[in-house]
């Protein structure tokens, strides 16, 4: 089984700085990479997803993450946050034959402060 | 499009009982999926379906049965009820797996 270590359980940062929330994963062998936010009281969101190609992948909301296979990482960075990403943000993978069992981190909490 | 709609938003059980949770989505998808989600552990996936008629195993599926007789409907059953099974449980959907997936709005359950 896969297993998802999400480093920081919070993150606070003053809004318009930046910030990096970190993920690895177990597995050496071939994954499919997600990040997910979710919102208070609210069902996840996908903010990206890594399946193959270019490390560097975009999202929404000016997110974006870097595919780091060597060191089998998938960690997420915001150039400049707003009050609006305070949120818990989930990690998750897959695996890269059927895509079909997900395992989620244990979830980060960002807090923007004015 | 509703997406994916889960009922009952909140419920408390004894223990022993019994109940389902249903889910629902009305874009088509093939793959469903239910997680439970427990402070300070994330999600967790507990059964999935690859389309009508299929269904597999999570990370925790026991305690409960799935079914899927519909690709629309994926509901999630506890026969007999425990306290380890408080939780928020959420459904979600995708085309395929590795797609998007959809999620609900989530199911508040408390076990006395």
């Known amino acids: 089984a896969q297993s998802v270590t999400q480093l920081d359980s919070q993150v606070p940062v003053f809004e318009e700085a930046p910030v990096e929330l970190r993920c690895n994963y177990s597995?050496?062998?071939?994954?499919?990479l997600f990040w997910y936010v979710q919102y208070p009281n609210q069902g996840l969101q996908l903010l990206l997803k890594y399946l193959s190609g270019s490390t560097l992948v975009k999202g929404i909301n000016g997110f974006e993450a870097e595919f780091n296979k060597s060191q089998t990482s998938f960690h997420l960075r915001k150039p400049s946050v707003h009050i609006s990403d305070t949120a818990e943000y989930f990690c998750?993978?897959?695996?890269?034959?059927?895509?079909?069992?997900?395992?989620f981190g244990t979830g980060t909490s960002l807090t923007v402060i004015p | 499009n509703a997406g994916v709609t889960q009922t009952p938003k909140f419920q408390v059980l004894k223990t022993g009982q019994s109940m389902t949770l249903q889910c629902a989505q009305d874009?088509?998808?093939?793959?469903m999926s239910w997680y439970r989600q427990d402070p300070g552990m994330g999600l967790r996936l507990i059964h999935y379906s690859v389309g009508a008629g299929i269904t597999d195993q999570g990370e925790v599926p026991n305690g409960y049965n799935v079914s899927r007789s519909t690709t629309e409907d994926f509901p999630l059953r506890l026969l007999s009820a425990a306290p380890s099974q408080t939780s928020v449980y959420f459904c979600?959907?995708?085309?395929?797996?590795?797609?998007?997936?959809?999620f609900g709005p989530g199911t508040r359950l408390l076990v006395l």
């Open positions: 979600a959907s995708s085309q395929q797996g590795v797609e998007t997936q959809y």
């Open positions: 597995s050496s062998v071939s994954v499919y």
């Open positions: 998750a993978v897959s695996d890269g034959f059927t895509g079909n069992q997900f395992y």
């Open positions: 874009m088509n998808h093939e793959y």
